[in-house]
């Protein structure tokens, strides 16, 4: 159902057979099995003025979903009985301003919870990529909860020809969050990040680093909406 012109809410149930295996790593490890089943309701605002780095404007995404079934746990074929039934609430939003022609200032945020659910781990919410806590590896930070709040900045510093895109921006950020099972236990990680972010004919690139202060390293290069 639209609610404007920039705004809408998404209703959906499903069914399927999900499956998940271990590819490396110890055989003994359980996997996933068998049929699931779900219902989601997703609210979403967007009303920057571009999907590359915007001016002005807000995108936000908020979803809550429900499983009514999910796989069975399953180690060395034999399969075992698991609550499957998971509540999840989570919310991501960013915000940009135009501070002079050239400039921009951006916050990015999110939060997600399980509740009192324990959410099998390929349903656990995941750090570790772009503005998320950057300089983990992808999935390093897991949990039935999570935050992230990041700020940065963004100055043009130049333009690609007209028949290979437009502008190209550079800048850098700090990242802040966590992922746990227990509010409890939330902690407070800081990455900070730097890149070059391009507007291009196949669509917005960024080639990026973030690091951590006990010394990781992470280099992006990637390819599609950037700030989502």
């Known amino acids: 159902m639209n609610l404007g012109a920039r705004s809408d809410v998404r209703l959906g149930t499903y069914v399927g057979r999900s499956t998940s295996s271990i590819t490396v ?100 919410f995941a750090l570790g990529m772009p503005f998320r806590l950057g300089a983990y590896d992808t999935g390093e930070l897991r949990g039935s909860n999570y935050y992230i709040a990041t700020g940065g900045y963004l100055r043009q510093f130049g333009r690609l020809p007209d028949f290979m895109g437009g502008p190209i921006y550079a800048g850098g950020w700090l990242e802040n969050g966590d992922a746990f099972d227990k509010w409890s236990l939330a902690g407070w990680r800081t990455n900070g990040g730097v890149g070059v972010v391009m507007d291009t004919l196949i669509g917005p690139v960024m080639v990026a680093g973030s690091w951590g202060f006990d010394g990781r390293w992470r280099t992006y290069i990637g390819v599609g909406r950037i700030f989502r």
Do not use: C, M
């Open 25 to 124: 790593g110890d055989p003994g490890f359980p996997e996933l099995r068998g049929k699931e089943t779900g219902a989601e309701i997703v609210w979403r605002l967007d009303t920057q003025d571009t999907s590359v780095v915007p001016s002005v404007g807000v995108l936000s995404q908020v979803r809550l979903s429900h499983t009514f079934n999910g796989p069975d746990i399953t180690v060395e074929d034999e399969a075992f009985d698991f609550d499957s039934k998971l509540t999840q609430l989570s919310g991501t939003a960013n915000k940009f301003w135009k501070v002079r022609t050239r400039e921009r200032l951006f916050v990015y945020g999110g939060l997600g919870t399980s509740f009192d659910d324990t959410p099998l781990p390929t349903e656990q």
